[in-house]
């Protein structure tokens, strides 16, 4: 079964404009939250995470929300950059290293 | 630094052929997963070791899947018989566990992936 969700394959955005990027989990004990960035040919790359005990961790351009009681998180990009095209993975863990990953979300960010 | 090495690149094989993939973690790191991505499924976790010991195969599909590390620097991940259904790209990741007051597990660092075609 799939703990963490992203239900949208894909997300086009222009440059300059802010990218959005959800995912939701199912389990409740996750304490842990995750972004990668993954380029094709690529593996994926460790992007920002979130303890549970925040609801807001930013870095640079990027930031993460978490929403402990929706369980939901988010990832804003802002300004968003061509470079920033990717597939962006989520992921959760339960306070282990046992890291579960979304489906994945394609971003196209367009000049 | 040499990341986490992984080989085949690329693999091409046929139906009931035995393949196995390879990957050398990162010096130090304690943790060693490997996954599976699919269009459908995204990135699975098959199974993850720590300090040589597999902890979770629960991911693992099918008996014809299995996991080995003899020893830090080394791990396979084996199929056989392979199906068509397999075909997809295999990620090997490493970490290692940190805690900075709170715990909190450490950051995954991928391999390039060993993608698989089973025809």
């Known amino acids: 079964d799939q703990q963490v969700k992203q239900n949208s394959p894909s997300l086009s955005v222009q440059e300059g404009r802010i990218s959005i990027l959800n995912c939701d989990y199912t389990?409740?004990?996750?304490?842990?939250f995750l972004w990668y960035k993954k380029y094709p040919a690529e593996g994926p790359t460790f992007l920002i995470s979130?303890?549970?005990?925040?609801d807001k961790n930013e870095d640079g351009r990027f930031t993460v929300f978490l929403n402990k009681s929706a369980k939901h998180l988010s990832l804003h990009i802002v300004p968003s950059q061509p470079g920033d095209s990717a597939v962006y993975f989520c992921a959760a863990s339960a306070g282990n290293n046992d890291m579960r990953f979304g489906a994945g979300t394609r971003l196209t960010v367009k000049p | 630094d040499a990341g986490v090495i992984q080989s085949p690149r690329h693999e091409v094989t046929e139906m009931g052929q035995e393949v196995t993939l390879r990957c050398k973690p990162i010096s130090g790191h304690d943790y060693l997963f490997w996954y599976r991505q699919t269009m459908m499924r995204g990135l699975e976790l098959l199974i993850y070791?720590?300090?040589?010991?597999?902890?979770?195969d629960s991911g693992m599909p099918e008996d014809r899947f299995s996991a080995k590390m003899p020893n830090a620097s080394f791990s396979t991940l084996k199929i056989q018989p392979s199906e068509p259904r397999d075909s997809a790209v295999y990620f090997c990741?490493?970490?290692?566990?940190?805690?900075?007051?709170?715990?909190?597990?450490?950051?995954?660092?991928f391999g390039e992936g060993s993608r698989l075609t089973v025809l």
């Open positions: 990741a490493s970490s290692l566990l940190r805690t900075s007051g709170r715990w909190r597990p450490g950051e995954l660092f």
């Open positions: 070791f720590n300090n040589n010991v597999p902890i979770d």
């Open positions: 979130i303890s549970s005990i925040k």
């Open positions: 389990n409740s004990m996750f304490d842990y």
